[in-house]
Nanobody, 122 residues
Framework: QVQLVESGGGLVQAGGSLSLSCAAS????????MGWFRQAPGKEREFVAA????????YYADSVKGRFTISRAYAKNTVYLQMHSLKPKDTAVYYC???????????????WGQGTQVTVSS
């Protein structure tokens, strides 16, 4: 069983930056693909970014491509999401997830964190 804990959310002005972290424990971090998803009020949870077990391959949603970067640090069992040029529409609860393969589909991730709130003011 993998436990995931997100941190780093907060309030930022439009155009600003935030860096989210997701610390994993209880499993073999290096064997999992990791993903970031977000959910705004009244909307479905949507894919943001994902990275494979090796850290070589990544996927991004078109809405964040060029602004967000996903990475992972094996020594710290942590996955990161660096967010730049933030927009009010990026406001959401951000969740990290772990699963067996690199995918954009949330149902293919087995473990989820509790989420961290990101609010971007205009």
């Amino acid at each position: 069983q993998v436990q995931l804990v997100e941190s780093g959310g907060g309030l930022v002005q439009a155009g600003g930056s935030l860096s989210l972290s997701c610390a994993a424990s209880g499993g073999t971090f290096s064997s999992y693909a990791m993903g970031w998803f977000r959910q705004a009020p009244g909307k479905e949870r949507e894919f943001v970014a994902a990275i494979d077990w090796s850290g070589v391959s990544t996927y991004y949603a078109d809405s964040v491509k060029g602004r967000f970067t996903i990475s992972r640090a094996y020594a710290k069992n942590t996955v990161y999401l660096q967010m730049h040029s933030l927009k009010p529409k990026d406001t959401a609860v951000y969740y990290c997830a772990a699963g067996p393969g690199l995918t954009t589909h949330r149902y293919e991730y087995d473990f989820w964190g509790q989420g961290t709130q990101v609010t971007v003011s205009s």
